[in-house]
């Protein structure tokens, strides 16, 4: 309301007020009594209180206090609007003659712990279009057939909501030189329709690290009204680009940029008429990564060159495997590898559905799921140094206790015997030497023992494995963690409701079966090489992570580091882990001659271990785990190769490959491992 409506209307007002106070004055003035002059004695004719002037003169009272009462209200809703709102009205007045206008910032980039860039950002012409151009069938059918696309899908994009009607719609990304020249030279048929320079995501390593990364994609319907309830400080408009997965997907705040607003001034039927403030586009922040570029993409190349010679080999069920490597020291992913990969621009703008159908294809492998952080996989005879513990700290066996290897094991019964992997027999072996040569039998009569252990006491394995990690998420900074499986009486019997309630209870059988790995339990790769990682450390499992800090806006500046975080502390007496130390060296220099001639050409010592974990009559699961140097722990290194065949011969040759990289002595050994353990 103008100042000058204001005084109008309160000039109006007095004069009401002035009105009704002569009114009453004239009245009050006037004499109120009358005498009759009539033959009997003078009486006061308004004496009484019914008489008509007593009436009239409370009427007029009435009256003025209700006009009082109207007067007080307009004078104070006038005073609420002018003087207490002002400013709100002021602000809604102002709304309906500017506009706020938004446009696009780049998000941040990601790189390696040593600068290298793994993501960045690429410039890319971007068309377009105003609202009005869905109102001109001309203009938008010209268009959607320069830009080589369904006229409906442009007319979609053109009238999207969840903008303002002043802001230009996002019609088509990644527009050739050409076709932007043609839409600028003929500027009077697109009048509706404008060119921006805008960035996508660029992938200098090619597919390298792409399951760590992730990928970004257009912002979807569901998210943008997400945002606007969220609490995570970002409001998204339809052709915002958002992480879809992984890195991108974890650190999306630190990422995404903030909107650039520029106020313009709009008519009555929203035409922009000039120009106000405006406040320019922030980048998103940069990142940096624990990855080591150079490594992860020694494990990725290992692991696609070992996957293939299994497969030239005659096993056509090899598709897939992963690795990990992590600092023992303080957590950090040094490189995080799964086969098979994919390439993450596809993803960029938009992927086609043919690019879709063929990473969903049976025989692609599901190239899109990080096989590190979500893949379960028996863990097969790498379990073996916690079923180890589990038997000392359980008082089933001692650092000194000896056993009897036939190759055949009958503990539960001969309807109920066991193969040891080597049918010929390992003969009189001990607990450190049931590591070396992964002796199933020495593991046997450890499941027995837990199998006869009185109640309460009988989930003592389970309980190790679960103090050592097992079953739960690591809590690594990347979404999508499995927990794996550690199987016990309670899961079993509410797992396999269709089965016979014999079958259904636990049994020595499946105690047998999780003490060397095999049967129901499953882990992920990061979770064995975190075990290992605690292995080395004599008990400290530090959680890990990806991050490792946040640079500042526009420079190289760190602005926020990762702390590192203690996991777990898992606490086993020393001479416990002596015992298996000296069974992971044994593994590397005692068991297998061939195998060990891959480690002998280090100067760096080695403790690991193989595994291969059986999938009935499919070819198994090769496993590898170690860490070093065996003496003075750095880095621990898993690996695995689903159907890849035994342990040995498949995983570790991956993991040798990655500790070549990481301590500069490759692996030159051109020996086949033709006698390794399972």
Not at 25 to 34: D, E, F, Y
Request: aromatic share 8%; charged share 20%; glycine share 10%.
């Amino acid at each position: 309301m103008t100042s000058a409506t204001f005084a109008l209307i309160f000039i109006v007002i007095i004069a009401a007020a002035v009105a009704v106070v002569l009114v009453l004055l004239l009245h009050s003035g006037s004499s109120s009594l009358k005498f009759d002059i009539g033959g009997q004695a003078p009486r006061a004719a308004g004496g009484n209180d019914a008489s008509p002037d007593k009436m009239f003169k409370r009427r007029l009272i009435g009256l003025g206090i209700f006009s009082g009462g109207v007067i007080g209200a307009l004078l104070a809703r006038l005073w609420s609007m002018q003087i207490v709102g002002s400013d709100d009205y002021s602000r809604q007045a102002e709304s309906n003659r500017t506009r706020t206008v938004t446009s696009f910032a780049p998000r941040g980039r990601i790189l390696d712990r040593n600068g290298v860039e793994l993501v960045t950002n690429r410039p890319s012409l971007t068309v377009c279009a105003h609202a009005e151009v869905a109102d001109d069938a001309i203009e938008l059918n010209l268009l959607a057939a320069v830009l080589g696309m369904p006229s409906m899908a442009a007319k979609r994009r053109a009238t999207d909501s969840s903008q303002s009607a002043q802001s230009a719609r996002t019609i088509c990304i990644d527009v050739p030189r050409t076709t932007v020249a043609y839409i600028q030279e003929h500027a009077d048929v697109f009048p509706n329709v404008t060119v921006e320079q805008r960035t996508q995501r660029s992938y200098p390593q090619g597919e390298v690290c792409c399951h760590l990364l992730g990928y970004t994609g257009t912002v979807t319907e569901d998210q943008i009204n997400a945002s606007k309830t969220s609490n995570a400080g970002i409001t998204y408009e339809s052709g915002d680009t958002t992480g879809q997965a992984g890195v991108e997907y974890q650190y999306e705040e630190v990422l995404q940029g903030v909107r650039g607003e520029q106020t313009v001034y709009v008519d009555v039927h929203g035409n922009v008429t000039d120009y106000s403030t405006s406040v320019p586009a922030e980048a998103g922040s940069d990142i940096m990564l624990t990855i080591d570029v150079d490594v992860q993409r020694m494990a990725e190349e290992s692991l696609a060159r070992i996957i293939k010679k299994q497969r030239d080999g005659g096993i056509e069920s090899c598709k897939s495997g992963a690795a990990c490597v992590v600092d023992v020291t303080n957590g950090e992913v040094i490189a995080m590898a799964s086969a098979p990969t994919f390439k993450p621009e596809l993803f960029v703008g938009g992927i086609s559905q043919d690019d879709w159908d063929a990473l969903s294809a049976d025989e692609a492998a599901n190239p899109l799921m990080n096989r590190a952080v979500a893949g379960q996989f028996v863990a097969a005879s790498t379990i073996k140094p916690l079923t180890t513990f589990a038997a000392l700290d359980y008082g089933v066996a001692n650092t000194g206790s000896s056993y009897v290897c036939s190759g055949w094991w009958t503990g539960f019964g001969e309807a109920s015997g066991k193969w040891c992997w080597d049918h010929d027999g390992h003969g009189a072996i001990d607990l450190r030497n049931g590591i070396t040569y992964s002796c199933d039998v020495v593991f046997y009569e450890i499941a027995k023992a837990f199998y006869n252990l009185d109640e309460g006491k009988q989930d003592g394995m389970q309980e190790t494995f679960r103090k050592w990690g097992l079953g739960s998420q690591t809590g690594i900074d990347l979404p999508s963690e499995a927990s794996g499986r550690v199987p016990d009486a309670e899961w079993k019997w509410n797992y396999f409701t269709s089965w016979s309630d014999a079958d259904r209870k636990w049994n020595g059988g499946d105690y047998t079966n999780i003490a060397i790995g095999q049967g129901d339990i499953l882990v992920t790769p990061l979770q064995m090489c975190c075990a290992y990682m605690g292995i080395a450390n004599g008990g400290t499992i530090w959680t890990p992570h990806v991050l490792k800090s946040v640079l500042g806006r526009g420079d190289t500046s760190s602005a926020r580091d990762y702390t590192p975080k203690v996991h777990l502390e898992p606490s086993e007496p020393q001479a416990s882990f002596d015992l298996v130390h000296s069974g992971l060296e044994g593994v590397i220099y005692e068991e297998s001659e061939s195998m060990t001639a891959h480690f002998t050409n280090m100067t760096t010592r080695v403790a690991g271990k193989t595994g291969t974990g059986e999938h009935g009559n499919e070819e198994p699961t090769g496993w590898f785990c170690c860490y070093a140097p065996a003496d003075n722990p750095k880095y621990a290194v898993s690996a695995v190769i689903d159907n890849g065949g035994y342990g040995s011969v498949s995983a570790m040759y991956v993991c040798r490959d990655i500790l070549g990289q990481l301590f500069g002595e490759p692996d030159t050994n051109t020996t086949e491992v033709s006698d390794g353990t399972r």
